[in-house]
């Protein structure tokens, strides 16, 4: 999609290193741990509105239409098309079109995903405010060259784990953002412009800065939402002609809580599936739900973003997330490079997760306690069998992962000619056992692609054709 100068054309800003530290003032000492030092994790920042310009090129360049300032309304299913309502903003005026395929990728927040997953509500949030300031701090108080994915200067005292982040950006700017995990509840709402309250107070703590002096150039704030993925069928991203992708399939890491980067690290696999279904008209809700980002090496996960939230009556010691994140990334600390950035970056293995684990539970025996008060036992009950399936999933791309992806490269034309839907589930599992598990390795070649079919507007209504 991108060339390499056409990317390097949108980096803002490379970082030298990156550091994550988190308070320990009242730890134990076996919960203390140093820097944790990742310089090729989130290192670059990036000039959206370069980037977005240049894919908006792209997009009409290769035939396709952006309809500015225009409101999804609701979408009409039929058997061989699926129509979309859409509003102008400007003129008020309504417009339908028509295509083979909706793609929603209108975020969490989306009607269209909402009625997929049937109303459910979302397993856990994280508040999240924050604001770029021009020209950053005064001279002595951060390199420019160096970013702060994560930091803590404080415990859960007040019912929450406080968590910093900070980026360099282009121009000597600086972006910073102020989360932390959230237990849902009724009592505990979560209010946004508290938590920007808590942000203005506790700035000059985490770096000195007089605030008056401070310019400020946009302010951050929301809610980020997710959900748990206890299996690849626990829920669908897509039913007949929809296909749910990014935040709005919430396929997402449950510690980063970004469906969009899952499926930036997922693209070639999503691409090519959903080439293949559009290839052989495969556009059903079974077939198009194959079309995702799943990964059981993240599903996995979701236990530790439920473990990092506090409630507020919590009789836990009020060290107990910064303990868990000190043991935890102080045995990172000890692991081969390689594998901590593969790890940070959602690749990480059965092994060296299973491994680093269990080193974070010797070096603090209370953690599994703490864990198991903080999220109960029926949590961690329904967590055994994803860590189950994981392992499943984990021994299954030992056995074929290696292999099997290059014999269907090979063999993709006769299986294909003769049965495209068999095809197209045994590449569908290909990729499981490949970027399901954080293996982004061999990317099967693209069969031809056939001319798409045209629609003709009907006669009643204004319709926009809008084929692939």
Known sequence: MLTAAELDSVIACEYQDNFNLFFDGNNPPAARAGVLYTPTVLNIAMDCDLLLQLCGEKLLAAGGQIFECTEFEQAFLEPEAITVQVRSLATQQTQYLKSRLLIDAMGTASAIAQQINGGK????????IGGVIKNGFGPGVWDHNFGEPLYTNGDISRGRQLIWEMFPGSQNDLTIYLFYYHHISPENPGSLLELFEDFFACLPEYRRCDLDQLEWRKAAFGYIPGRFSRNAQDRTSGCDRILS????????????????????????????????????????????????????????????????????????????????????????????????????????????????????????PQIPWWVMRAIGIKALLSWIPTYLTFTGAAFLSFLFGGWFPTLLNRWQGPIASRSPQLWFRLLSWSYQLTYGLGKPKLQLKLLPLSPAPHFEPSPTEQISSASR
């Open 121 to 128: 509500a979302f397993d856990s949030v994280c508040p999240t």
């Open 245 to 364: 992708i990014g935040d709005a399939a919430s396929l997402n890491s449950p510690l980063i809580f970004t469906g969009f980067g899952s499926l930036v690290r997922n693209l070639p696999r999503v691409t090519h599936l959903l080439h293949t279904t559009l290839e052989f008209d495969l556009l059903s809700g079974p077939d198009l739900g194959r079309v995702n980002a799943y990964q059981d090496n993240l599903a996995a996960t979701w236990i530790f973003s439920r473990g990092m939230m506090a409630k507020p009556q919590s009789n836990l010691p009020p060290y107990w997330i910064n303990a868990i994140l000190n043991a935890f990334f102080g045995v990172l600390s000890t692991e081969p490079p390689p594998q901590v950035d593969d790890f940070i970056k959602d690749r990480g293995s059965w092994s060296f997760m299973t491994r680093t684990i269990l080193k974070a539970g010797l070096r603090m």
